[in-house]
């Protein structure tokens, strides 16, 4: 869908409808007003019948017969003033704009209400694309079972002055760059494993760079061999798949700036390993890099927006398969720092290749570190899908994180990362093992990374409950959610 910004009235504003977003408390409002006139009373009756009240995720679709150049005017409930914030605007604009897809419309325009604050403008373009996403990519048919193929191809914002225009311009610039990251990331976890491999997802990092001008770097399997990521290597040697570690750096120009790194778990595929899954849902394990995801789709981003601040974006790509020469419990493997671990678990093999990564990403002396990682199912028992798990070493950089994943609706929820969860993945006969007593597995993963995390301030998101299955949002598919783009992008851009 194409967003432009147009100057003009829209009565006489040509399109197949124009959305009136309406407040609750406000059911009367200028453009409402403006309407009725135009309509000559017929806005006014309508309300007068109280069949629409402004309710949020509410809509009325209004014929025009005439008064009005579009042919439908809908209108748009906000709720109440009072309770109107970015993530409600969100909702209300992916509700909408499937609405609008859904009936077929192709052209929609919204006439920008006087008190709209940017963070909304944002907001609404964002969810509005973010909504009408769709992964058809392996559907030789594209239409829909009753044979339609529905595409809501534009959408125009209507604002008074030249000089506004402007501005608003700037604002949706800045949702399309966002929404399209969060959809590279949908894209990339969506992706089947077999058309996913870490070969292939390594190729995608280098075209996120040409087209955005990081500089990127990729270790193939002699490069990792020659460097020591030897715990990386473990995880990608059951696989006929070679694992593959990519490095993304945006530098800002000018002064020497601070320095955050973004680590993503690239698991192209999990099968547990010789630990196997069971097979039931073991489909969904094609997320597992969705960390990894999350990562390439804030660097594109960052790319694109070119903030103030250094990023480094990591991957660390892998399959992790039981083919005859794969790791087996109880064996021993030395991360690139040095440190032993003793593999419990081939099933815990997350941590496994992050524990290269994190080491690696010490050398770029980071004044923050965020990984994002599918780590734990225990992290959806206690969180759900609404939730992403929070751990770290770090206040201040939590405290960032927090705010940011307030400001983008991509929540966190702090766990208690207390050095009493060390005791649980101390190894009989290495430095550590990979998995913890069988209690908390969400700390007992973050106590592990810990140890590897080492130099720098860290947090740990834990994202296997946000990354896909969440319901309830209008601009949320099923499948993949791209979770972490947005909250990346608000981390860095605040920082
Ligand atoms: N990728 C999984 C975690 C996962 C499970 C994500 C379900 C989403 C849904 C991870 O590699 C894993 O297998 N974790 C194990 C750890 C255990 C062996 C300590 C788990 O959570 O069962
Ligand atoms: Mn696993
Ligand atoms: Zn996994």
């Known amino acids: 869908m194409d967003i432009t910004v147009a100057t003009g009235d829209f009565r006489q504003f040509e399109t197949d409808a124009i959305l009136i977003p309406v407040l609750e408390d406000d059911i009367h409002n200028e453009l409402l007003l403006a309407a009725d006139a135009a309509l000559e009373g017929r806005m006014q009756s309508f309300l007068n019948l109280g069949d629409f009240k402004g309710k949020p995720k509410t809509t009325s679709v209004l014929y025009t017969d005439g008064g009005i150049t579009a042919p439908r005017v809908i209108l748009v409930g906000l709720g109440m003033y009072a309770e109107l914030n970015a993530e409600k605007v969100r909702q209300v604009s992916g509700h909408t704009a499937r609405m609008a897809r859904d009936m077929g419309l192709k052209s929609i325009a919204v006439p920008l209400p006087p008190e709209t604050q940017d963070d909304w403008t944002q907001a609404a373009v964002e969810a509005s694309l973010l909504s009408l996403y769709e992964f058809k990519q392996h559907k030789t048919q594209k239409e829909d079972d009753d044979g339609e193929s529905k595409s809501l191809d534009s959408l125009t914002i209507l604002v008074g002055s030249d000089i506004e225009k402007n501005s608003i311009e700037r604002l949706v610039t800045r949702g399309e760059t966002i929404a399209n990251g969060t959809i590279l990331a949908r894209n990339l976890s969506n992706q089947p494993s077999n058309h996913l491999t870490p070969t292939l997802l390594a190729e995608k990092a280098e075209k996120v760079a040409e087209t955005t001008g990081l500089s990127c770097t990729i270790f193939d399997k002699a490069t990792l061999e020659e460097k020591g990521f030897r715990t990386l290597l473990a995880v990608s040697q059951g696989s006929a798949e070679e694992p593959r570690f990519i490095i993304l750096e945006y530098t800002p120009e000018g002064d020497a700036q601070d320095t955050v790194a973004l680590v993503g778990k690239g698991i192209t595929f999990d099968t547990g390993g010789i630990s196997l899954k069971s097979g039931k849902g073991m489909d969904e394990m094609k997320h597992d890099m969705s960390g990894a995801a999350a990562v390439l789709g804030a660097m594109q981003v960052i790319g694109n927006l070119k903030p103030d601040v250094r990023v480094i974006g990591i991957v660390a790509a892998s399959e992790n398969m039981p083919g005859s020469t794969a790791i087996k419990p109880g064996d021993v493997v030395t991360s690139y720092g040095g440190k032993t671990i003793e593999i419990m678990n081939t099933d815990a093999e997350g941590r496994l290749i992050l524990a290269d990564a ?108 946000t990354a896909w299955g969440m319901k309830g949002s209008t601009y949320i598919p099923e499948g993949a959610t791209g979770y972490g783009v947005r909250l990346l992008v608000q981390l860095v851009e605040d920082w």
């Open 358 to 465: 994190l080491g690696w990403t010490a050398q770029y002396e980071p004044n923050g570190v965020v990984d994002l990682a599918t780590l734990t199912g225990a992290v959806i028992t206690c969180l759900g899908h609404i939730a992403a798990g929070a751990m770290g070493t770090d206040d201040a950089l939590m405290e960032r994180i927090k705010k940011a994943a307030e400001k983008t609706h991509e929540r966190v929820w702090e766990l208690p990362l207390w050095d009493d969860y060390d005791e649980g993945v101390k190894s009989k006969v290495a430095d550590v093992q990979n998995i913890g007593d069988g209690t908390a597995g969400t700390l007992a993963g973050a106590a592990f990374l810990k140890k590897f995390a080492e130099g720098y301030p860290w947090v740990h998101l834990d994202i296997a409950g």
